[in-house]
């Protein structure tokens, strides 16, 4: 069974719409355009995460994003796309220029995590869990919108 088909039948006892994982499409890029980037594709999971590593490369308390093989993206325009491999966590894609972090790459699993605030054109699926609470930082309050909680990365993403 694939990732997506154990994420769309329940994630840790919550049932999840399975329409919240259609097929979507978007235009995302940094914040000088010197890199931009194309989706069209099935996301494999929509989430807000709050885990020490997003938390650490953005610069922000968590993350909305959405995560989608390898082959659903596609590089408009990388003249300063860079990247970073940390010892551990996901490799940072970054604009090299600007700074705005594009999203994450997992090498080992072939998925690319775009970050919703760079998306310019079209509709990201809207998060529909927070994963990743037991590093959340300490001020960060989650209000009660009836989402899933899960303290790491569900293991049906």
Not at 2 to 14: F, L, P, T
Not at 37 to 44: A, F, K, L, S, T
Not at 65 to 80: A, C, H, P, V, Y
Not at 115 to 121: F, K, M, N, R, Y
Request: glycine residues 8%; contains cysteine.
């Amino acid at each position: 069974m694939c990732i997506r088909d154990r994420y769309q039948r329940r994630v840790r006892g919550h049932s999840v719409e399975t329409n919240n994982l259609d097929m979507v499409k978007f235009v995302g890029k940094c914040y000088c355009g010197g890199v931009e980037y194309e989706v069209d594709g099935e996301p494999i999971f929509a989430a807000f995460c709050h885990c020490r590593h997003c938390r650490k490369t953005t610069g922000q308390p968590f993350i909305a994003i959405n995560g989608f093989q390898e082959n659903n993206l596609t590089w408009r325009k990388k003249d300063t796309l860079a990247s970073y491999t940390p010892p551990t966590g996901p490799q940072k894609l970054f604009c090299s220029h600007c700074g705005t972090n594009i999203g994450n790459h997992v090498t080992r699993m072939n998925i690319i995590g775009v970050h919703l605030a760079t998306i310019v054109e079209g509709e990201p699926k809207k998060p529909v869990a927070h994963i990743n609470l037991e590093s959340k930082a300490d001020f960060v309050q989650i209000p009660e919108d009836g989402l899933p909680r899960f303290p790491g990365f569900p293991p049906s993403f």
